[in-house]
């Protein structure tokens, strides 16, 4: 069974806050789950289906779907960090194509802005997880993980830290027309190298910003899609993937978009170059850098040369990427960017980017999500779609 | 370097943390596949034989990568290493330079006391 134009992506909404200490996580939710619903033109029992990751400990599908007053016949909470609702859209179109289920709601939703939570402290993580008592003692965080895959990847292709930093300039040329992005600020490759070291070789502009916002997806059948006013987005094809330690076996230099990248374009039917706009996960420089890679955009150990000078600055790079300033300028709700990474995907094929980033003639999309972290164990998922 | 967080020892991993408080770093191997394996666990994660055990490792090894983080006022560096035996592992160099630190670079285990007193294996140039 294949997704491939089995369901369509009929509404996106980003909540236009990055700062949210007078909000609860939950009513965030809410928020987003309404305007999602209100872009569709749909109505709330319309949706029977939803999906949710575990972005807030504790905080259960059911306690949601209560909350939110759902009467679902399916639901998904598979949690793979930030790439989750990557995944979800595949889920949920795999449940329709299956007949499980018509429409199907995705929230996200997180305040670590307000909370104090980001990805330079350590994290707890529960004793019944076998990796902790290996990691704890160590302070690994999040970006300290992924400094160990850019200082490797320096190490084996001579990347650079101002090719890095290009990934962070090409980010910020498109948040400065983004009134919603967090940083406005358009900013140079020295501006990079000039702040704080962090973790070596990551800076802190090669970090991605820590706000409070969400945001919502809604999945729905071909007919209902048909049946809507908004432009048709339809999910082509999707791959996912979770990789780890191997057993001791490590090689930070693959990522799981090797696998969930092909896979995404076997199922599609179109290869990379035929790709018109690409979100590309931006939790750290770096990410951007290795996905591009492994989704076959450019070879492996070329992504420092292929991001440089501008190349994914939209209306004068090759690969326009990130176009609402991704999570690098923009927005970073929960810590996690999958889903802001689906919504400017759906906006640039719907036409509604900001007129100064619109790829012109936006027919095909790729979102790709890496959640988790990229230097011990990582979910990792490809979504392709398609304007019809 | 600041507090070192405990490891959460558990029945599975009781013996590996045993032998750390006496000085010796020991690696898992499969006597039925005979691969070592990283992080310690029941079960060989190559061929899901529960016929492991752990063996004295030589201690020495190579920076896989690292990275130098900042704490607070101090820094740390994070590492893979790479030992002898053929695993990467999770540690932290100590006792080095870290402004000469490199890929490649020799390393050899030291134990080091964590917080509840267990030591937990890092490593410094060899």
Redesign the interface.
């Known amino acids: 069974m294949t997704i491939k134009n089995r369901a369509f992506i009929v509404g996106a909404y980003e909540h236009p806050t990055r700062h949210a200490p007078d909000k609860s996580l939950v009513q965030l939710h809410a928020e987003v789950a309404i305007g999602a619903i209100a872009d569709a033109g749909l109505s709330k029992k319309d949706i029977d289906a939803y999906y949710f990751a575990g972005d807030a400990s504790g905080l259960s599908t059911m306690s949601m779907v209560d909350y939110l007053n759902l009467k679902v016949r399916h639901v998904d909470s598979t949690e793979t960090g930030g790439t989750s609702y990557l995944i979800h859209v595949n889920h949920a179109a795999q449940a329709i194509a299956a007949g499980k289920c018509n429409a199907a709601l995705i929230t996200l939703a997180g305040r670590p802005r307000s909370e104090g939570s980001s990805g330079a402290v350590p994290r707890a993580v529960g004793d019944a997880s076998p990796e902790a008592q290996w990691e704890a003692p160590y302070s690994a965080t999040t970006v300290n993980l992924y400094a160990l895959c850019a200082q490797r990847h320096m190490y084996e292709f001579g990347t650079t830290p101002e090719q890095l930093a290009w990934v962070k300039v090409a980010a910020s040329h498109h948040a400065q027309y983004n009134p919603n992005a967090m940083l406005k600020n358009v900013v140079t490759v020295e501006e990079v190298l000039g702040s704080p070291m962090v973790a070596s070789p990551l800076h802190r502009l090669d970090c991605c910003v820590v706000s409070d916002g969400g945001g919502a997806i809604i999945v729905a059948r071909p007919e209902i899609a048909a049946s809507l006013k908004r432009p048709k987005v339809a999910v082509l094809g999707a791959g996912e993937a979770i990789k780890g330690q191997n057993g001791g076996e490590i090689d930070l230099m693959n990522s799981g978009a090797a696998v969930a990248g092909p896979a995404a374009f076997a199922e599609a039917g179109v290869k990379p170059s035929d790709i018109k706009y690409a979100s590309i996960y931006d939790s750290f420089t770096i990410t951007v850098v290795m996905q591009l890679e492994d989704l076959g955009f450019c070879k492996k150990g070329e992504g420092g040369r292929f991001v440089a000078d501008g190349n994914l600055i939209s209306g004068t790079g090759k690969l326009p990427f990130n176009t609402d300033g991704g999570g690098l300028c923009s927005n970073h709700p929960s810590n996690r960017g999958g889903m802001t990474k689906i919504i400017e995907a759906v906006r640039q094929l719907r036409g509604e980017a900001h007129p100064a980033v619109q790829v012109k003639n936006c027919n095909l999309a790729l979102a790709q999500g890496t959640g988790g972290r990229l230097g011990s164990r990582h979910g990792s998922a490809t979504l392709i779609m398609e304007r019809q | 370097m600041s507090k070192?967080?405990?490891?959460?020892?558990?029945t599975e991993?009781a013996q590996f943390w045993a032998k750390a408080n006496e000085g010796q770093l020991t690696v898992p191997q499969c006597k039925s596949c005979g691969?070592?394996?990283?992080?310690p666990?029941a079960y060989c994660?190559?061929c899901d034989s529960d016929k492991v055990e752990l063996r004295p490792a030589k201690g020495t090894g190579k920076i896989?990568?690292?990275?130098?983080?900042?704490?607070g006022k101090d820094s740390?560096v994070?590492?893979?290493v790479?030992l002898d035996e053929?695993?990467?592992?999770?540690?932290?160099i100590v006792n080095a330079d870290n402004a000469k630190l490199a890929?490649?670079q020799g390393v050899r285990v030291t134990l080091v006391e964590?917080e509840n007193g267990q030591r937990?294996p890092?490593f410094e140039p060899a």
Request: glycine share 4%; hydrophobic share 40%; aromatic share 20%.
């Open positions: 070192i967080a405990s490891p959460s020892v558990t991993t691969k070592f394996h990283w992080y666990r994660p190559f896989y990568s690292y990275s130098v983080a900042r704490r740390y994070i590492a893979y790479t053929g695993v990467t592992m999770m540690t932290n890929i490649g964590s937990v890092m």
